[in-house]
């Protein structure tokens, strides 16, 4: 790894077993895991999602340089595909690239990690999205908020929920008030909003594939990579000790609770800390 990195690049290739190519989307992700320095289980952070093709290979690549903190030292990676009779053969490689950064990543850390159910009253999304209370570094100058969501789940779920239902979400980013007087133009809170619907899934490259590839879906596309929806604060965002972060969806009920299996949100989320 060069002394001064200023890109990193992950690749990630599907190729051909030798008993054929699996012939379903079906979710895929690349992990690091972190060693707890207490000796606990390791913490795991999700650095590549995917889904993979109808029935072909592909090559992706994403920029990771946010990530950078977590590689470095001894590591391990784990890849888990879903699959429907076959399979894949997987490689991954992470290339830095020298260069100076404009704003240095120096910490990452876990917000929501898992499926989110979402429609069903007994089970409220609340309870998964739970505000997070995030201690700032010190030094820090700049914050990124990184979600990494797909819906998934099928009709008869209300709305075809949620692989094919469109649906609002907002991220917000508050600090505690700093001593002193806080300038107009200074902020301590912030909100964002994002419709987790993608629509050029028509326009994806890897194609031909056989399968209903061409439909928009909730934030993903059939042989594609999954790029995260990123949050940054503003650059007259006043840091405390803290930050909380927030994470809603505007109201959903899934009047076909029970009818099939229930939709959800997979769900990945970290905030990088710059300096």
């Not at 109808?54 to 590591?75: I, N």
């Not at 997987?90 to 240095?104: I, N, T």
């Not at 700032?136 to 100058?141: F, H, I, L, S, Y």
């Not at 997979?266 to 905030?271: F, K, R, S, Y």
Request: with cysteine.
């Amino acid at each position: 790894i060069p002394e001064n990195v200023g890109r990193v690049i992950a690749t990630l290739t599907l190729g051909e077993p030798e008993v054929g190519y699996d012939h379903w989307d079906k979710k895929g992700t690349i992990g690091i895991r972190i060693p707890s320095a207490e000796g606990d289980e390791a913490e795991r952070f999700e650095v590549f999602r995917f889904i993979t093709p109808y029935r072909r290979g592909w090559t992706w690549y994403m920029d990771v340089t946010d990530l950078l903190p977590l590689f470095k030292d001894a590591r391990e990676f784990d890849a888990n595909i879903g699959t429907y009779m076959k399979g894949w053969l997987v490689s991954f490689d992470l290339d830095f690239y020298p260069g100076e950064l404009e704003r240095q990543p120096i910490q990452v850390v876990n917000l929501w990690n898992g499926n989110a159910d979402i429609g069903d009253p007994e089970k409220p999304v609340e309870d998964f999205y739970v505000d997070r209370v995030v201690e700032v570094p010190e030094g820090t100058t700049h914050a990124r908020v990184r979600a990494t969501v797909t819906g998934h789940g099928m009709f008869p779920n209300s709305k075809n929920a949620g692989e094919f239902m469109p649906i609002w979400r907002t991220l917000t980013i508050s600090s505690e008030a700093n001593e002193g007087d806080v300038l107009e133009q200074d902020f301590i809170s912030m909100s964002e909003r994002n419709h987790l619907w993608k629509t050029d899934v028509y326009l994806n490259p890897c194609r031909p594939q056989g399968g209903t590839w061409k439909f928009d879906r909730s934030g993903w596309a059939p042989g594609d990579k999954v790029e995260a929806w990123k949050v940054d604060v503003q650059p007259e965002f006043l840091f405390g000790e803290t930050i909380t972060i927030e994470y809603e969806l505007d109201e959903y009920l899934n009047e076909g609770r029970g009818e099939t299996w229930s939709p959800h949100h997979w769900t990945d989320a970290v905030v990088v800390f710059y300096k």
